[in-house]
């Protein structure tokens, strides 16, 4: 349920999981036989082709979209011992086209792939450097020559074409998936080109993807959290390819890779037999198998080698290891768990909310709440052939990470003994099943649970009978478990702060840059593009229609969007004021998470929140203030009373907030030490605003000890005495709700308007001006920023969006073509002209890679070189064009997502949906518009440049050919 580093969908769902017992049935649909689960809310459907390629349809059509998944069961711990990290870069391939698709002519192409691909061999095969250098030098030769008969980026213009505004995939330990979000009547279209890419793919384009992958490589090298996972799965595992490999590959693998055995890894698992093909959205049924069986039914079949491992030896000591990376440290324990099949499975997940759920678990209420650490968590990771519990936990200044393990360990000893409140078990159950009719409202969420059932062999029975079967677990049970599986069999991961002695440096390869070729055609493009699919109509907002508009009191306006789903709900109360107005105010409602109300304490209330499945915070931003719960509608009266009670009668606790002072602290020694915390926040508003900026204007260390409790609690206690709006998505009515919270949310006769917010000064960029921060690290990280003349206009919606699409947003785009596609410079790159929020506001210009610390010279010049020339393609324009047309056409904005478009309407001074005059003006734009666009807003325009990275690593003439280079001290962007 819990999964760690996997991407979590927030999710919404229709009708209520309460069945007590599942069967499955085999029903015929024609000449197609599926199975359905009796009592799925869903009404899933599973299917098996003859060839085997399994397909699972669900329907939801709560907008006119198809999410698809198309899955292999293979990844890296499928990888050759010899050659890891195959899976992954085989994933990176597969978006490079086939004999038909991103090639001008395969029958010549053809001939210098195969050069390369020997030329490869030949490279791996040498260990001189020299003579690698020389072999290197060849390929990059042949490649650029194969390059002028490719295509780049074909697949992703296809893509866009079709309106895929979720092209990508990933690669995980035992699966390879890919996916796609298409308009649902481009359905056909979609599965036509799957079918193309998985049959008949070509590995073009290998040098460039190849460094592309080491970019990423480098990227999480910078990572401290990964680098515990890493070492931790390889502690836990010795034998499995979970621990004796990883997702990425080793350095040395990456770098000398092979073609033949990327292709023999394709040939054995990208088998029909051993995939599936998931799709999930505004779909027929019957429309829709026979498509898959149109165009995946003829492919062949293979023989899958069968996966097998030798088991692990018993942990039956401790075991220690420590790393050392640049940004804070840290402690994680872990424990062998049982696979996902296994029968103490469902125990392993309870156990881990048990331990940790942000609310009420022990390690957050002995630990966390209590202030004896700065972070502690536990998450569950259930694999196929083996599970683990993974503790992970920060400590306080001076304290020993030692004593942060032996903590979280004695939150075990607590199971062991059954000294934990059995309420736990239920109140965990509830929240799973609210979690579940979250995901079911979302085709993604649903498609991504259908791909790890598929990629792990469960039962879609099974997954729904799982609520049922946790409701009879015991507190005698999870005693058991915790006896059976918790003991001195334990990985520890010492994560210590100082230089990374372990970090791998690979010197970057000479690449010539390869020809794009960005306004060719395939005969496959020019095929597929011929015939447009009928086209869907947009439906935009009509805000007087879609808000039921009232008020709770004169200062109070009730904004409510019905919920026809389900019986969830949202409340949010808004306060147009934040940090620049009260600056105490985020240090209050930090405070009030660690306290309660003069009549419940915090763990009473965090634990009847827990209970009834409410999700309760408070959150702060510069000038917006959310108190928000949700969950339940049947909860929600009991949970109202909890929160304005705790709010309106919070009770001072001065020995609670000296712990909080010192952990705030600590949480700011760390933060300067932490490189995503430097490049993206600290720097990015010293180069916004300089030296004095809303992120670095806070108070004082001192200035925070001087702190007394009743000033927080008195702010806290103040806030619904200011003016503020309610937002509710649910299925109370608006009348009945108004009469509701007039009673249950009193408010005085006049409420106070909001303190004056405090400006900053918009840094101007006068001239090139670097800006640049030391930090030991594989990569440096770029990026380049003004602040445009013109504050926010309407009449600009359409440019500006024509432009982002175009040049900066997404893999189709100019800027990932040039710096990614055909340099290799970087994983991640993008140029973007930005909408401001509110406006008087200006827009923001800028471009952003991250690559290696020797690469810069090169990056900066690629990027200076899309700034200053723009790049025309009357092709790829019309591509992004009907991109934006089929992605509004095809958009529904819902539920919650209604207010929230209205708020940003409203801040920008307009009443309607802003869509709908791009959609009209948008085949007005020329290709030359933009390039104007570009020549106003970009060309040859001064920039202000934020940088991360290793000094010794970076050659200073070239970065001060650049512009002037300022070096700043981590005090200095800081200002603690």
Do not use: C
């Not at 899958?304 to 075991?319: C, K, L, N, S, Y």
Request: hydrophobic share 35%; net charge negative; proline share 4%.
């Amino acid at each position: 349920m819990k999964k760690l580093l996997l991407i979590l969908f927030v999710l919404t769902a229709g009708t209520v999981w309460a069945q007590s017992s599942y069967e499955t049935v085999q029903l015929l649909d024609g000449p197609y036989s599926y199975s359905i689960v009796k009592g799925d809310p869903t009404n899933t459907r599973f299917y098996t082709l003859p060839n085997g390629l399994q397909v699972i349809l669900h329907e939801n059509r709560t907008e006119p979209k198809i999410f698809s998944l198309f899955t292999t069961r293979a990844g890296s711990k499928n990888d050759p011992a010899t050659h890891t990290g195959l899976a992954h870069y085989l994933e990176h391939l597969l978006f490079k086209g086939t004999q038909n698709i991103g090639t001008l002519d395969f029958e010549k192409e053809k001939v210098y792939l195969k050069q390369i691909e020997g030329l490869y061999e030949e490279y791996n095969q040498t260990s001189v450097e020299q003579e690698r250098k020389a072999i290197y030098k060849r390929i990059d030769s042949v490649s650029t020559l194969a390059s002028q008969l490719a295509i780049a980026n074909e697949y992703d213009k296809i893509m866009s074409f079709l309106g895929s505004d979720f092209t990508n995939a990933f690669t995980s330990f035992e699966n390879t998936s890919y996916m796609e979000f298409i308009p649902a009547n481009n359905l056909e279209k979609l599965l036509a080109v799957q079918k193309e890419r998985f049959s008949y793919p070509i590995f073009r384009l290998f040098h460039t993807e190849l460094e592309t992958v080491y970019e990423e490589y480098n990227m999480y090298q910078d990572m401290g959290n990964f680098r515990i996972f890493d070492q931790m799965f390889a502690g836990l595992f010795k034998k499995h390819p979970y621990g004796t490999q990883t997702t990425l590959g080793s350095a040395e693998h990456l770098k000398n890779p092979s073609l033949p055995a990327i292709s023999r890894f394709y040939k054995q698992y990208y088998v029909p037999n051993n995939m599936v093909v998931i799709l999930a959205g505004d779909l027929d049924f019957e429309e829709s198998i026979r498509l898959v069986d149109k165009y995946f039914g003829s492919w062949e079949p293979g023989e899958v080698p069968a996966f097998a491992f030798e088991r692990e030896d018993p942990i039956d000591r401790p075991e220690e290891y420590f790393i050392t990376t640049p940004d804070e440290e840290n402690v994680a324990v872990g424990f062998r768990m049982p696979a996902t099949k296994d029968g103490d499975a469902l125990k392993a997940e309870l156990v881990s909310y048990i331990l940790s759920n942000g609310r009420s678990g022990l390690m957050d209420q002995n630990l966390v709440k209590a202030q004896k650490v700065l972070e502690a968590d536990a998450y569950d990771y259930l694999l196929t052939d083996y599970g683990l519990m993974f503790f992970s936990g920060r400590p306080l200044e001076g304290q020993d990470l030692k004593e942060v393990r032996s903590l979280m360990l004695e939150q075990i000893d607590l199971l062991k003994s059954g000294d934990f409140d059995e309420d736990l078990i239920e109140g965990t159950i509830n929240n799973f099943k609210v979690q579940r009719l979250r995901r079911q409202e979302s085709p993604i969420g649903m498609a991504l649970i259908f791909n790890e059932l598929f990629t792990t062999q469960k039962s879609w029975e099974s997954y729904l009978s799982e609520l049922d079967e946790m409701s009879n677990i015991t507190k005698a049970d999870i005693v058991d478990f915790s006896n059976r599986w918790f003991g001195d069999n334990h990985v520890t991961v010492f994560k210590l702060t100082g230089k990374d002695s372990l970090a791998v440096k690979i010197e970057k390869p000479e690449i010539t840059a390869i020809t794009i070729n960005r306004d060719d055609q395939s005969a496959y493009f020019k095929e597929i593009t011929s015939n447009p699919s009928e086209p869907l109509q947009p439906v935009f907002l009509n805000f007087e229609e879609d808000i039921k508009f009232g008020s709770v009191h004169q200062d109070v306006p009730l904004w409510v969007v019905p919920n026809t789903l389900n019986n969830l709900f949202n409340m949010y109360f808004v306060f147009d004021m934040g940090n620049r107005h009260i600056p105490k105010l985020p240090l209050a409602v930090e405070y009030l998470r660690l306290i309660g109300s003069e009549s419940k304490s915090n763990e009473q209330i965090n634990k009847e929140l827990y209970n009834l499945a409410i999700n309760f915070n408070i959150s702060t931003g510069d000038d917006l203030v959310y108190v928000w719960f949700s969950g339940l509608e049947e909860n929600r009266q009991e949970a109202m009373t909890i929160i304005q009670d705790l709010i309106r009668n919070a009770k001072p606790n001065q020995e609670a907030l000296a712990k909080m002072v010192e952990a705030k602290i600590k949480e700011r020694n760390d933060k300067t030490i932490n490189k995503d915390e430097i490049f993206f926040s600290a720097l990015n508003n010293y180069v916004d605003y300089g030296a004095e900026n809303p992120y670095n204007t806070v108070l004082s260390n001192e200035e925070l000890r001087q702190l007394k409790a009743e000033e927080l609690t008195d702010l806290i206690r103040s806030l619904f005495g200011y003016k503020h709006k309610v937002y509710y998505y649910g299925v109370t009515d608006k009348d009945d709700l108004e009469a509701e919270l007039k009673q249950s949310h009193p408010l005085v006769a006049e409420l106070k308007d909001y303190p004056p917010k405090r400006e900053f000064e918009r840094l101007k960029a006068d001239k090139n001006q670097v800006y640049f921060v030391d930090y030991d690290m594989a990569q440096v990280e770029i990026s380049l920023q003004r602040w445009d003349e013109e504050n926010y206009d309407p009449a600009e919606a359409t440019i500006v969006r024509a432009f982002n699409e175009y040049y900066g947003g997404n893999m189709s785009s100019v800027v990932f073509q040039e710096i990614r596609e055909a340099r290799g410079l970087a994983y991640s790159t993008y140029g973007f002209f930005s909408t401001p929020a509110k406006k008087e506001d200006p827009y923001k210009a800028g471009f952003y890679v991250g690559t290696q610390a020797d690469k810069m010279a090169i990056a900066f010049d690629a990027m200076f070189d899309l700034i200053n020339n723009f790049k025309e393609s009357e092709q790829s324009w019309n591509i992004s064009k009907g991109a934006i047309k089929t992605g509004i056409a095809s958009e529904r904005i819902t539920k919650t997502a209604i207010l929230f478009n209205y708020q940003s309407a409203l801040k920008r001074g307009l009443n309607h949906d802003i869509r709908s005059d791009i959609y009209e003006n948008i085949d007005g734009v020329l290709l030359q518009d933009i390039k104007k666009f570009h020549a106003d807003k970009m060309k040859d325009k001064s920039w202000n440049i934020r940088m991360v990275g290793s000094k010794e690593k970076l050659n200073w003439e070239d970065l001060k050919k650049v512009g002037d280079v300022k070096e700043l001290t981590i005090k200095e962007i800081f200002g603690f």
